[in-house]
């Protein structure tokens, strides 16, 4: 069965970290959500992110704080 919830592990790679910036991928790893979910929020304005040419990016540190 999928980790539903982010592991401490997972976290606390990026916790302390200022600006470091992750992919769809990534983040969706750290939160504990699948890529689709992170989409649909993206899309509804729910969770912070960029894009930098034209790719999604998210601050670790912000997606941490979201949930």
């Known amino acids: 069965m999928a980790q539903k919830y982010p592991s401490e592990e997972m ?3 990026y916790k ?3 600006a ?3 992919d769809v991928k990534t983040a969706s790893q750290i939160i504990g959500v699948k890529p ?3 989409y649909s ?3 509804q304005r ?3 992110h960029y894009r930098a040419n034209g790719k999604l990016l998210f601050n670790a540190k ?3 704080d979201f949930v």
Do not use: A, D, M, Y
């Open 11 to 13: 976290l606390g790679n």
């Open 16 to 18: 302390n970290q200022e």
């Open 20 to 22: 470091c910036f992750v």
């Open 36 to 38: 689709k979910t992170l």
């Open 41 to 43: 929020w993206t899309s």
């Open 46 to 48: 729910k969770i912070p």
């Open 62 to 64: 912000e997606i941490i």
